[in-house]
Nanobody, 124 residues
Framework: QVQLVESGGGLVQAGGSLRLSCAAS????????MGWFRQAPGKEREFVAA????????YYGDSVKGRFTISRDNAKNTVYLQMNTLKPEDTAVYYC?????????????????WGQGTQVTVSS
């Protein structure tokens, strides 16, 4: 069993920044690729970013490339999502996810545990 707890969401003005954190427990964190997904009201959950077990490989959705940065600290069992130049269309619930594999990409089926989500609201 894996527990994932997201934090850091909130309300921010367009152009601002937020840093999301996801604390993991219950499985060897350093063996797992980690990802962030988001879901806006009335829309499907979409891929945001992923990071390999070592942190060396990262992947981003097209809508966030150049603005968001995913990273991890295996000593703290935590993955981060630094979000800069936020836009109103970034408003969504953001979910952290853990994969049973060391490398993952864009697909929800590659992840077997999910957090409860944290709300990010960007005002115009």
């Amino acid at each position: 069993q894996v527990q994932l707890v997201e934090s850091g969401g909130g309300l921010v003005q367009a152009g601002g920044s937020l840093r999301l954190s996801c604390a993991a427990s219950g499985r060897t964190f350093s063996n797992s690729a980690m990802g962030w997904f988001r879901q806006a009201p009335g829309k499907e959950r979409e891929f945001v970013a992923a990071v390999s077990w070592s942190g060396e490989d990262t992947y981003y959705g097209d809508s966030v490339k150049g603005r968001f940065t995913i990273s991890r600290d295996n000593a703290k069992n935590t993955v981060y999502l630094q979000m800069n130049t936020l836009k109103p269309e970034d408003t969504a619930v953001y979910y952290c996810a853990a994969s049973p594999r060391p490398f993952s990409a864009h697909y929800m089926y590659e992840y077997d545990y999910w957090g409860q989500g944290t709300q990010v609201t960007v005002s115009s």
